[in-house]
């Protein structure tokens, strides 16, 4: 027997890559659940006594209504369904400094939280991306000589503007009224946010998510704090991951302070919004602030295994991946880190349960608690009502074998880029 005021959630993610989708109906935990689900290649639709949900797929990608299956019922989670997909592969996310900085345009600099003018028509001359932290090292391996570039850092010239991991170097001479005093903050004069910082009289780091950069006869874009602040660090991750094939992060503050462990699991996810009506599901509250940004009904997105550093938390852990060269650092002010912790916390809460957390990096990156019920038990297929009960004592032996503190349960969890 259905509950008659129940909401059903609906979750689906495609993976371009696999050419797979999987989407999970949510509903009552007691009872059953009465749905009739109708699935073409360009939409999906689930119908219940309460209301319906309606998903449209965007250009490119196509479900294959035959090859439903897998179909399995996890308590507090819900309807899981597997299905193949024809999907375009993913769309490479612009760079975050090709899409800011021009050569030969003059651009001005935005604080990102309330629009004050930091650098205004300076010409750039030069855009150049820096080496890798280890570039010195290398020239010496490569080198039979000497190396010519010892203990002389790369600073820009005055029309130049050198792109670090998360950060922009740019020479501020010509703007400052007095010498400043090398590793000190650069503060925003209207909000106060920390913005960067001097790194000698004449250079000056910004970091990437606290400053936008226009052209300047274009005017200040208002992007949402959260959204904002989710692209550029899923871009710099992707573009990390892809030219230096480096998975495993730490994000830390100025004072090198980490503040959460990163490990990406892949870029190619694509979240797509159910459609909203008067009588159907509320909004995925994943995309929530998104969505009323006018971002549209699907979202590229990269999903990362995440551990928060804060108040002594994983000091161990956080240590070992210190000193492992795999581990790639990437400094930003201590505020944003813990505005990260806590986006990251958010959008692991708006997640399915089964998506939430998985074992311990030696053996959660390729079976969760989900993918060992698919696993170990055969698939259920051909049920319209499906009540929770008969389901609850099918996978009572599954998770008692899964049960129990896991040594590292990281949390899961999505983080979106722009189109």
Known sequence: MAVAAAETRVFLEVRRRLQSALLILGGPDEGGMHLDISITPTSLLVRTPDGCTEIRLPAGVRLVPSSC?????????????????????????????????????????????????????????????????????????WCCHPDPFANRPLHPRENDCFIGDSFFLVNLKSDLEQEPKANTKVICKRCKVTLGETMSSETTKFYMTEV???????????????????????????????????????????????????????????????????????KFPLLESSLEAGSGSAWNAIKVLYQPCIKSRNKELASSWEGDISVHPLTLPSATCLELLLILSRNNASLPLSLRQMNSFQSGISASYKHRCMEEHPFISDISVLPASLMTRALRSVRASVAGSFPWPPDFWFLSFAE
Request: with cysteine; hydrophobic share 35%.
């Open 69 to 141: 299956g897998g179909l399995q019922y996890i308590s507090g989670d819900g309807l899981h369904l597997r299905l193949r997909v024809q999907a375009e592969s993913s769309p490479q996310p612009i760079s975050v400094f090709n899409q800011s900085l021009q050569a030969q345009e003059c651009c001005t600099f935005y604080c990102q939280s309330c629009g004050e003018v930091t650098i205004k028509d300076r010409k750039l001359l030069r855009v150049l991306p820096l080496p890798s932290e280890n570039w010195s090292a290398l020239v010496g391996e």
């Open 212 to 282: 936008i950069i226009r052209p300047s006869e274009g005017s200040f874009p208002n992007i949402p704090r959260s959204q904002f602040l989710q692209s550029v660090i899923a871009q710099c991750l992707v573009e990390l991951s892809s030219a230096r094939s480096t998975f495993r992060f730490t994000i830390q503050g100025q004072d090198s302070k980490v503040y959460i462990l990163l490990w990406v699991l892949n870029s190619d996810s694509l979240v797509i919004q159910p459609l909203r009506s008067s009588n159907c599901s509320r």
